[in-house]
Protein backbone atom coordinates (compact mmCIF):
# COMPACT_ATOMS: atom_id res chain seq x y z
CA UNK A 1 0.00 0.00 0.00
CA UNK A 2 1.47 3.60 -1.22
CA UNK A 3 1.30 6.19 1.52
CA UNK A 4 2.45 9.87 1.17
CA UNK A 5 4.33 11.52 4.32
CA UNK A 6 4.40 15.36 3.47
CA UNK A 7 7.06 17.21 5.45
CA UNK A 8 7.45 20.95 5.84
CA UNK A 9 4.73 23.56 6.53
CA UNK A 10 4.81 26.13 9.22
CA UNK A 11 4.93 29.86 9.37
CA UNK A 12 6.55 32.37 8.00
CA UNK A 13 7.04 36.21 7.53
CA UNK A 14 6.63 37.52 3.67
CA UNK A 15 9.62 37.31 1.86
CA UNK A 16 10.94 34.02 3.70
CA UNK A 17 11.36 30.09 2.25
CA UNK A 18 9.99 27.32 3.12
CA UNK A 19 10.63 23.74 1.52
CA UNK A 20 7.91 20.85 1.43
CA UNK A 21 8.79 17.38 1.04
CA UNK A 22 6.50 14.74 -0.19
CA UNK A 23 7.91 10.77 0.63
CA UNK A 24 5.80 8.28 -1.45
CA UNK A 25 6.94 4.61 -0.05
CA UNK A 26 5.06 1.40 -0.65
CA UNK A 27 5.40 -0.89 -3.50
CA UNK A 28 6.28 1.29 -6.56
CA UNK A 29 6.95 0.74 -10.28
CA UNK A 30 6.68 4.25 -11.80
CA UNK A 31 5.70 7.66 -10.86
CA UNK A 32 4.12 9.15 -14.17
CA UNK A 33 3.37 12.87 -12.48
CA UNK A 34 3.66 13.90 -8.60
CA UNK A 35 1.79 17.62 -7.92
CA UNK A 36 2.05 20.38 -5.37
CA UNK A 37 -1.90 21.64 -5.04
CA UNK A 38 -3.00 24.40 -2.07
CA UNK A 39 -6.09 24.94 -0.78
CA UNK A 40 -6.78 28.35 1.21
CA UNK A 41 -9.56 28.62 3.80
CA UNK A 42 -13.02 28.97 1.46
CA UNK A 43 -11.68 28.61 -1.72
CA UNK A 44 -11.11 25.51 -4.23
CA UNK A 45 -7.36 23.57 -4.39
CA UNK A 46 -6.04 24.60 -7.29
CA UNK A 47 -2.47 23.41 -8.78
CA UNK A 48 0.90 25.09 -7.99
CA UNK A 49 3.32 23.05 -9.50
CA UNK A 50 3.60 19.35 -11.11
CA UNK A 51 6.97 17.22 -12.66
CA UNK A 52 6.57 14.43 -14.69
CA UNK A 53 8.32 11.30 -15.00
CA UNK A 54 10.86 12.84 -17.61
CA UNK A 55 11.59 15.52 -15.44
CA UNK A 56 8.91 18.42 -17.23
CA UNK A 57 7.59 20.84 -14.91
CA UNK A 58 4.71 23.21 -14.67
CA UNK A 59 3.67 25.80 -12.68
CA UNK A 60 0.27 28.10 -11.96
CA UNK A 61 1.06 31.95 -13.10
CA UNK A 62 1.14 32.81 -9.37
CA UNK A 63 4.16 31.29 -8.46
CA UNK A 64 6.80 31.23 -11.26
CA UNK A 65 9.71 32.22 -10.58
CA UNK A 66 9.22 31.97 -7.13
CA UNK A 67 8.64 28.18 -6.54
CA UNK A 68 10.60 25.24 -7.62
CA UNK A 69 9.56 21.60 -7.56
CA UNK A 70 11.61 18.89 -8.18
CA UNK A 71 12.40 15.30 -7.60
CA UNK A 72 14.72 12.76 -5.95
CA UNK A 73 13.51 9.69 -8.24
CA UNK A 74 15.84 7.22 -5.68
CA UNK A 75 13.81 8.56 -2.81
CA UNK A 76 9.86 8.71 -4.60
CA UNK A 77 9.87 11.98 -3.11
CA UNK A 78 9.11 15.47 -4.51
CA UNK A 79 10.44 19.02 -2.95
CA UNK A 80 8.99 22.19 -3.23
CA UNK A 81 11.29 25.01 -2.42
CA UNK A 82 9.40 28.42 -1.48
CA UNK A 83 11.06 31.61 -1.39
CA UNK A 84 9.56 35.21 -2.06
CA UNK A 85 6.55 34.29 0.32
CA UNK A 86 3.67 36.26 0.28
CA UNK A 87 0.33 36.55 2.63
CA UNK A 88 -1.51 35.24 -0.61
CA UNK A 89 0.51 31.81 -0.29
CA UNK A 90 -1.13 31.14 2.97
CA UNK A 91 -2.99 27.73 2.50
CA UNK A 92 -2.87 23.59 2.82
CA UNK A 93 -0.37 22.55 0.52
CA UNK A 94 -1.15 19.10 -0.80
CA UNK A 95 1.23 16.36 -2.32
CA UNK A 96 -0.51 13.96 -5.07
CA UNK A 97 0.70 10.95 -6.36
CA UNK A 98 -0.32 9.56 -9.83
CA UNK A 99 1.84 5.95 -10.50
CA UNK A 100 1.82 2.44 -10.96
CA UNK A 101 2.16 0.32 -7.95
CA UNK A 102 1.60 -2.98 -6.96
CA UNK A 103 -2.37 -2.33 -6.87
CA UNK A 104 -2.15 -1.04 -10.07
CA UNK A 105 -2.73 2.31 -11.62
CA UNK A 106 -3.13 4.91 -8.38
CA UNK A 107 -3.97 8.55 -7.96
CA UNK A 108 -3.13 9.38 -4.12
CA UNK A 109 -3.30 12.37 -2.10
CA UNK A 110 -0.83 13.77 0.52
CA UNK A 111 -2.44 14.51 4.35
CA UNK A 112 -1.65 17.81 3.83
CA UNK A 113 0.68 20.50 5.49
CA UNK A 114 -0.16 24.38 6.39
CA UNK A 115 1.54 27.60 5.25
CA UNK A 116 1.02 30.56 6.99
CA UNK A 117 2.72 33.45 5.68
CA UNK A 118 2.33 36.66 7.58
CA UNK A 119 3.64 39.79 9.30
Known amino acids: QVQLVESGGGAVQPGGSLRLSCAASGIIFSIYKMAWYRQAPGKQRDLVAH???????NYADSVKGRFTISRDNAKNTVYLQMNSLKPEDTAVYYC?????????????WGQGTPVTVSS
Open 51 to 57: IISGGST
Open 96 to 108: KFIGDTSKGYLEL
